[in-house]
């Protein structure tokens, strides 16, 4: 039987871009029945900003 996605292709393009721009590795992406996407990340990657020090 075949049910209609809770979710679209978009979604998931524009959660994975919102955590590559935070300057995090995408590891894998679940999607659950309702919808709910998760997205478990890795070690933040080399180009991610550091906090700059206090003077």
């Given at each position: 039987?075949?049910?209609?996605?809770?979710?679209?292709?978009t979604d998931v393009k524009r959660a994975i871009?919102?955590?590559?721009?935070?300057?995090?590795?995408?590891?894998t992406v679940e999607i659950t029945r309702d919808g709910t996407i998760r997205i478990l990340t890795s070690e933040p990657t080399t180009h991610q900003k550091q906090p700059d020090p206090e003077l």
């Open positions: 039987m075949k049910t209609k996605a809770t979710f679209k292709q871009k919102a955590v590559q721009e935070a300057g995090l590795e995408v590891q």
